[in-house]
Nanobody, 124 residues
Framework: VKVVESGGGLVQPGGSLTLSCAAVGIKFDYYNIAWFRQIPGKEREGVSCVDGYEGKTRYGDSVKGRFTISKDNTKNTVSLQMNSLKPEDTAVYYC??????????????????WGQGTQVTVSS
């Protein structure tokens, strides 16, 4: 059972990138899925999440209006479309899954299944 991120890379400021999270051994229908990011030496930051019941989405203040999370239950994937990227978006991005008994928030303590992370670097 795992989740696997892909799509990271190097992009110029103002550019776009799409991250994807694929599930192995679980169905995303029954989980809340979130994206977090972390810079070395700093706490993990909640980026966005989508709950499993109604598909409600939430975003961290620093990415509102620029990032969009979407879930495809038929493909069992969750994507994070990132636009207008800034150097401060540089981080390792993690996908995480939480059972539906949780509220579907950006609290990392709710999430028990984590991917290995994918590096996003925004630089000219």
């Amino acid at each position: 059972v795992k989740v696997v991120e892909s799509g990271g890379g190097l992009v110029q400021p103002g550019g776009s990138l799409t991250l994807s999270c694929a599930a192995v051994g679980i169905k995303f229908d029954y989980y809340n899925i979130a994206w977090f990011r972390q810079i070395p030496g700093k706490e993990r930051e909640g980026v966005s999440c989508v709950d499993g019941y109604e598909g409600k989405t939430r975003y961290g203040d620093s990415v509102k209006g620029r990032f969009t999370i979407s879930k495809d239950n038929t493909k069992n994937t969750v994507s994070l479309q990132m636009n207008s990227l800034k150097p401060e978006d540089t981080a390792v991005y993690y996908c995480a899954a939480a059972p539906l008994k949780y509220s579907g928030s950006l609290n990392p303590a709710e999430y028990g299944l984590w991917g290995q992370g994918t590096q996003v670097t925004v630089s000219s």
